[in-house]
Structures are given as structure tokens and as C-alpha cells.
């Protein structure tokens, strides 16, 4: 079965740069959220999207945005890095309206390293 | 507030034996739904089982059972007959607000727990 496929697995910055972490749903799932998990933590929830519209906002830094696109994939846009930005990011899928758990999805993450 | 608590951070069990991983949580809505995710060392989030507010019977999928006690706000792990490949970072997660069958909320996590199993 298809899974959530994030891209890109790892990615090494410098402070002050940018980065652009891609996330592919589970096909016709229609919910993306975004999570950062830092080094020996839980992970936090960021943002999400519905039908290509924002849904809900966690603590997501101002630094950050993101977005759903038409075909439903989702990017995370991140600038001027910070060293306290190094964490795993999470995507996570989900059909809004589903049989029982309305299971979040989850991908392999993609772990950012910022030096 | 901590929503989700998970007391143990470290727990060790002897193979084929049994563990319950603790996780309490606080919340005044009536619906919501709690998780447990496994998250092995190569750092992939699993699916392990779910308990509704509103469901009557503890959940239990394979050799994992969910011991709900919704008085106490008490939502334990049981991994039964533990093998070598359950050592991983265990997480308790809640998603308040679930509507059963209508939900998309974001999850709050609690701090996990590392479980060890030893030969």
C-alpha cells in the first residue's frame, strides 16, 4: 500500500539559509499536518491543512509557512535557520472522513541539521 | 497543562513477559480519541492501536491491548509476550474534538517512553 513520501530523508543547511521540505499523502487523503521533533523530544504539532486550506496552527515559527498544493501535496518552507531549528520533520495524512481511527499517517520524516 | 503524561521514561522487560507503559491525560472535551505510536531507532512513526472517549471496550489489536480507564483519564499500553524488536520509544497521543468518523485534528504527545526488552 502507498505510504507518505517525504522528501527530502535528510538535509544539511548553514544558519541563515532556507529550506523547503516536501510531503506526498497517501493517496486521496485529504488532511496533511506538519510535526518537528527535536533531539530527544516529542513531537510538536506545527500546521495543518483540509482541502488545501489551512486547518489548524500550532507553535509554528514565523520564520516558517506552508502550504497544500492542488494535487495535495504539502510544503514546508523554512528561512533564515536557526541551530534550534535541527530536528526531524514529521508529515502525517489522513481522510478527514474515515471508518474508525481517522489513523494519522505518518512519513519516514525528514531530518534537517542545521550547523 | 501537560494534555498527555508518561511517567516512566524508561521501562525494561524480559522477553516473552508482559509491560504496561503508562500515559494519563487532561482534557474537558467529551469526545477525543488517544494513540500509542511506536518510534523504533530508525525514527518511523507506527500505528499501534486507538481507544475512542466513547468506546465501551478496551481496543486491542495483536499482542497490543489498550487499558482505558476513562475516570482515572488513564489510557495504558499492555504489550503482551514482549519481544526483541518492541525496543523502540513508546508515544501516547490524544486528538481531542474527534466526532467519530469526522475528525481531523492534530495530535498532542506525551513525552514517551523507551522501552527496553532483554533477552
Known amino acids: 500500500a502507498a505510504g507518505v513520501i517525504q522528501s527530502p530523508r535528510h538535509l544539511i543547511k548553514e544558519k541563515r539559509e532556507t529550506a523547503t521540505l516536501k510531503c506526498y499523502p497517501i493517496?486521496?487523503?485529504?488532511?496533511v499536518y506538519w510535526y518537528q521533533q527535536g533531539p530527544g523530544q516529542d513531537p510538536q504539532f506545527l500546521i495543518s491543512?483540509?482541502?488545501?486550506?489551512?486547518?489548524d496552527k500550532g507553535s509554528i515559527p514565523d520564520r516558517f509557512s506552508a502550504q497544500q498544493f492542488s494535487d495535495y501535496h504539502s510544503e514546508l518552507n523554512m528561512s533564515s535557520l536557526e541551530l534550534g531549528d535541527s530536528a526531524l520533520y514529521f508529515c502525517?495524512?489522513?481522510?478527514?472522513?474515515?471508518?474508525?481511527?481517522?489513523?494519522?499517517?505518518f512519513g519516514p520524516g525528514t531530518r534537517l541539521t542545521v550547523l | 497543562a501537560q494534555k498527555i503524561t508518561q511517567t516512566q521514561p524508561g521501562m525494561f522487560v524480559q522477553e516473552k513477559e508482559a509491560v504496561t507503559l503508562d500515559c494519563t491525560y487532561d482534557?474537558?472535551?467529551?469526545?477525543?480519541?488517544l494513540f500509542w505510536y511506536k518510534q523504533p531507532s530508525s525514527g518511523e512513526m507506527i500505528f499501534l492501536i486507538y481507544?475512542?472517549?466513547?468506546?465501551?471496550q478496551n481496543a486491542t489489536e495483536g499482542r497490543y491491548s489498550l487499558n482505558f480507564q476513562k475516570a482515572r483519564k488513564s489510557a495504558n499500553l499492555v504489550i503482551s509476550a514482549s519481544q526483541l524488536g518492541d525496543s523502540a520509544m513508546y508515544f501516547c497521543a490524544m486528538r481531542e474534538g474527534d466526532a467519530g468518523g469526522t475528525s481531523y485534528g492534530k495530535l498532542t504527545f506525551g513525552q514517551g517512553t523507551i522501552l527496553t526488552v532483554h533477552p
Open positions: 491543512f483540509y482541502e488545501k486550506m489551512q486547518s
Open positions: 502525517a495524512s489522513s481522510l478527514a472522513e474515515d471508518s474508525q481511527y481517522n489513523e494519522q499517517f
Open positions: 482534557t474537558s472535551d467529551q469526545s477525543y480519541g
Open positions: 493517496p486521496r487523503h485529504d488532511t
Open positions: 481507544q475512542g472517549s466513547y468506546d465501551e
